[in-house]
T-cell receptor, first 113, second 114 residues
């Protein structure tokens, strides 16, 4: 019940295209859902996060869509650029707990120039 | 300002040896987390400190793993009798209070047990 399932495992997108990464969770008590971006040899860096009281959050080219009833959330990267090529992790957390993150398995994104 | 720093960046050791991994959180951050990231996987939670105390150590895989944060700032993850399966990247993260604020990750320590 603590798992977060992420798909696809890898994704190739043309420059200017839309990248879509999906995550699903089981524990309905989760109440914080961040997305992290990780470049090779670096630690993960927060990209955008959402709480379940909203269905969508947009920051620049990055949008999170959240479907509470389906227990799913997704990251959309608009106008994808070669510099977006990285591994993306979704995560879930309990804000009333110890706030530890449960991460998905990651999506390796490659944006072709 | 300075981010989370971790030392060493790489550590190679032999099976059965003892290792210490150090984390310097962002100044003023009271919450500190350790995660372990195996190749091709997402980070897995190990332990959470609020101040000096370990508030949640449920992710430590066994009693060979131990972590301390004696003064509420720097933390050390200690692994005894290392095994080849301990090879991974050990990530440290900190947040301002731990109450749902952003966790800022360090670059990690890459541990290889031969």
């Amino acid at each position: 019940q603590q798992q977060v399932k992420q798909s696809p495992q890898s994704l190739i997108v043309q420059k200017g295209g839309i990248s879509i990464i999906n995550c699903a969770y089981e524990n309905t008590a989760f109440d914080y859902f961040p997305w992290y971006q990780q470049f090779p040899g670096k630690g993960p860096a927060l990209l955008i996060a959402i709480r379940p009281d909203v269905s969508e959050k947009k920051e620049g080219r990055f949008t999170i869509s959240f479907n509470k009833s389906a227990k799913q959330f997704s990251l959309h990267i608009m106008d994808s650029q070669p510099g977006d090529s990285a591994t993306y992790f979704c995560a879930a957390s309990l804000l009333s707990g110890t706030y530890k993150y449960i991460f998905g398995t990651g999506t390796r994104l490659k944006v072709l120039a | 300002g300075a981010g989370v720093s971790q030392t060493p960046s790489n550590k190679v050791t032999e099976k059965g040896k003892y290792v210490e991994l150090r984390c310097d959180p962002i100044s003023g951050h009271t919450a500190l987390y350790w995660y372990r990231q195996s190749l091709g996987q997402g980070p897995e939670f190990l332990i959470y400190f609020q101040g000096t105390g370990a508030a949640d150590d449920s992710g430590l895989p066994n009693d060979r793993f131990f972590a301390v944060r004696p003064e509420g700032s720097v933390s050390t993850l200690k692994i005894q009798r290392t095994e080849r399966g301990d090879s991974a990247v050990y990530l440290c993260a900190s947040s301002l209070k731990g109450g749902g604020e952003t966790q800022y990750f360090g670059p990690g320590t890459r541990l290889l047990v031969l």
